[in-house]
């Protein structure tokens, strides 16, 4: 079972198979659940397949094995042009980390498209040329309070995105990560995971030229 999330995954690194457990997991977020859009096949041990579609309680039951067809259709309408996107996501998104880097040698920028990224030599040797190392990155501004405080200057006052836990859109949406998309995490989990109080994740958009948009993150940025 995948989400329609991870289809830049296979896009940048060919990836067509991904965990039964990550959507296992998410489970404890079956309200969220009721707004994503299920593609493919189960595939699992059958007890863990029966798990999931028991007639009780099951999320299959719930939630159905496939999208309906209007989802389909508007979802196939978009895939033609995945690929275009997706380059100027992790075009742009390489372009971001590098200025930033230059901008504020000592902000921790989490990329692996940077060379100091642990990971970086392992996705460069998975990934599909000229299509970079994603459109998601992360910066580390400490605490949540400078988290929030930055995140509301480049939306409310310089238009650079919006605060939004989704990934992909045309715009740039950015979150703290511990307060939502980990905020069931104890302390500990976040810790192992590197998910500091600070931690702001970017799904970087595509509108606007470059040069605008650098502007207003500048701008938000130097008001820090």
Known sequence: MECI???????????????LKDVRNKEKKSILMLS???????CGPADIVDQMRDLHGGPLMFLGPTMNPKLAFEISGRIPHLSMRM???????????????????NLDVLYPGLKEHPQHSLLKSMSNKDYGFGGVFCIDMKTEGRACRV???LQNSTKFGFMGV????YETLMTCSS?????????????SA??????VRFSVGYVGTFEQKWSQFTKAYSEM
Do not use: Q
């Open 194 to 199: 590197g998910i500091s109080p600070g931690l």
């Open 179 to 191: 307060r939502s998309t980990n905020s069931m995490m104890d302390s500990k989990e976040k810790e």
């Open 87 to 105: 380059k100027k996501h992790c075009k742009r998104a390489m372009k971001y980390v590098t200025k930033m880097k230059e901008l504020d040698p």
């Open 166 to 169: 989704s990934l992909g859109y």
């Open 5 to 19: 999330e991870k289809y830049d995954s296979r896009i940048i690194i060919g990836m067509s198979i991904h965990s």
């Open 36 to 42: 994503w859009n299920f593609v493919g096949a189960v």
């Open 151 to 153: 995140m509301d200057k």
